[in-house]
């Protein structure tokens, strides 16, 4: 129900814009947020994005970097990453909750996309 797209390799520096499409059900009023998984590293928050109003966070490490938003007609969320650094490889995953509420936790996700590759080189 999740499909993410849009990763790459590009060099230290470069930008990139992922994004996640749903199809089956709409996400525009639920929580949808970015996870990244580097090798050999346990999956971690990157960031969220909350109901109708689109309220948004992102970690320390990305926020003055990434930015999150949705298009509700086209029931997709994105992740812009700008300045990226070789630290940011990964592979990055949207997942969906059902409900507003903020978490950072993997587990209370639901709905997962497959991922997609993130390179960046130094």
């Known amino acids: 129900q999740l499909q993410a797209s849009g990763g790459g390799l590009v060099p230290a520096g470069g930008s990139l814009r992922l994004s996640c499409a749903a199809s089956?059900?709409?996400?525009?009023?639920?929580?949808m947020a970015w996870f990244r998984q580097a090798p050999g590293k346990e999956r971690e928050f990157v960031g969220i994005?909350?109901?109708?109003?689109?309220?948004?966070y992102l970690v320390d490490s990305v926020k003055a970097r990434f930015t999150i938003s949705r298009d509700n007609a086209k029931n997709t969320v994105y992740l812009q990453m700008n300045s990226l650094k070789p630290e940011d490889t990964a592979v990055y995953y949207c997942?969906?909750?059902?409900?507003?509420?903020?978490?950072?936790?993997?587990?209370?996700?639901?709905?997962w996309g497959q991922g997609t590759q993130v390179t960046v080189s130094s």
């Open positions: 997942a969906a909750k059902n409900g507003v509420g903020f978490t950072t936790v993997a587990p209370e996700y639901s709905y």
């Open positions: 089956g059900r709409t996400f525009s009023s639920s929580a």
């Open positions: 994005i909350r109901g109708s109003a689109g309220i948004t």
